[in-house]
């Protein structure tokens, strides 16, 4: 009904930079919120930052000043532009996002996550 397609990961150095990006398509109404959480290995999946359809934006203490997620709501895509990337930045990035989706008597609320990009980072 919805499908998320992320791109951007790979592999970088510590102090370099990528960007993901994470394209909604299907019966989508609206979109509230998209995001970007990460897990790495051995650990929970965890917010990396979020942004609302009118551009308030969240971000974990660990990427702010780093991090800049940014979206364009007329292609229901989100970004996220990673500078200065740690070796603990390591792990596999989810696009997220909180869709109204479209219905024959009208919309319903749905969460929606990406397949995953891995991002790695050496030291």
């Known amino acids: 009904q919805v499908q998320l397609v992320e791109s951007g990961g790979g592999l970088v150095q510590a102090g370099g930079s990528l960007r993901l990006s994470c394209a909604a398509s299907g019966r989508i109404f609206s979109i509230n919120v998209m995001g970007w959480y990460r897990q790495a290995p051995g650990k929970q999946r965890e917010l990396v930052a979020t942004?609302?359809?009118?551009?308030?934006?969240n971000y974990a203490d660990s990427v702010k000043g780093r991090f800049t997620i940014s979206r364009d709501n007329a292609k229901n895509t989100v970004y996220l532009q990673m500078n200065s990337l740690k070796f603990e930045d390591t792990a596999v990035y989810y696009c997220?996002?909180?869709?109204?989706?479209?219905?024959?008597?009208?919309?319903?609320?749905?969460?929606?996550w990406g397949q995953g990009t891995q991002v790695t980072v050496s030291s």
């Open positions: 942004i609302t359809s009118g551009g308030s934006t």
């Open positions: 997220y996002a909180q869709v109204q989706l479209k219905t024959i008597i009208g919309t319903t609320p749905l969460d929606c």
